[in-house]
């Protein structure tokens, strides 16, 4: 299947909006293009291999229209005035601003219209200064050369040539327009979704000045720290550290879509409005999804019609669109822009175990006792265990843990772990409880019901 076929099928079956369809890439209107710049150059003789050794370095910038009307690119072409043979082929000064002028500004149409007009007046009172570039002074020795050995110079008008930037530039603006307008949407969505998390993860204030935990605040922490885990849209991990493609990013959240099921999290959902935060989490993730997938296939498409360019006509455009050419922008930004956002809008709200647990049993850290000689946080029972040993500090190797006792407790952390993680200071406080009894009353005690014999 050729690529145009298949990337119009793409375009249509991926379910993107009709506007980002309207503005992709006109992949065949494109090639049909380069057709014509190609059939252009071949009844002048100047085919792509004739052409090869056009100087392909760019000058300043330059605008893409002169006094209203669009700029077409030139060749200065020598010809042997005897034999007819070709010795020598330059693209003009301003083909060359020009061609650079197209990879850097193609963000704004409007902005650009302007830009080009007072670009233009400044180039044209470049051109007629008495300041000569060295590429110019170049070009008129080449010509002066040639002149002498009975060569002919002439312009070569590439009409057609403009055509295809004219087809293309638009299209790569309509692009950016889209990313940019999609990022800002995606952010306020990120925004709204942290604001719904914080509502159902914030403990309510009860009576006594005392807090009752929402009843989905575990379930959310759980689905956070999966979505973590998966790493879907970049992976911190230094074997794949980095943004992901559309299909690496895809297959990741698959899985941590198939984990939630076969954890049943979502099905633990005590609360109706958890539900529906919830299902507006899963379609961020998809939006971000989709963008990628259309600035990739976008992309694709640029960098393949540049290559076709460059190969039928050897006027070297690729490189004045390098930035496309290589992978597109907003497949990278948005693996680290919406991730950060999305961990600082959403997944952080949550705090998790692991950010409060002791380094010794793993367990969460209750009831914390700080030491002063590296600030560390230790639960009270690895405490006494380390007292009983006569340890050092595991952190630091000090003697402060033979020091600590019930004023080494940090209440604040205290009364911050019964309002996040009721659940996991009740189990903990049982647990406690149960190894002092043990202690008391041997390795045989259990707590169980009274009974009478």
Known sequence: MKYGHEYAQLLASEGFPEEWISSAISYRLLK???KKVQQELSALGLDASTLQHVHSEFGVEAPGDRNGAHFVPELWVAVDGESGEFLDAHLTKETKQYFLWLAENNENTQS?????????SQISHETDGSSISEHEQSNAMIRASSAENGAHW???HLHTAANFFNLLDPKLAQLDAIQHAEERRLESHIVELGTAVTTLTEPAASKKGKYKARSDVTIWRQILALYVQHAIFFSPYERDRGSRTFDQAKSHLELFSKDLVDQGLVKRFREKTSRNTFDHFVAVNLDILRAMRFQELNMEAVRKILKKFDKRTALGATKAYQSYANSGPFAKSVATDMCAAMSQQVVTIVPQLDDYSCPVCYNIAWRPIRLECCNTVFCIRCMIE???????????????VI?????SIDQQRAEYLVKYFPTEVKEKQKANELAV????????FQKGPCCVM
């Open 112 to 120: 650009t219209q302007t830009d080009a007009g007072r670009r233009a």
């Open 403 to 407: 020091t600590a006792d019930s004023g």
């Open 386 to 400: 380390l007292q009983k040993s006569a340890s050092k500090c595991p952190m630091c190797r000090s003697t402060s």
């Open 154 to 156: 002439a312009h070569v």
């Open 437 to 444: 009894a043990i202690d008391k009353y041997g390795p045989d």
């Open 32 to 34: 049909k293009a380069i």
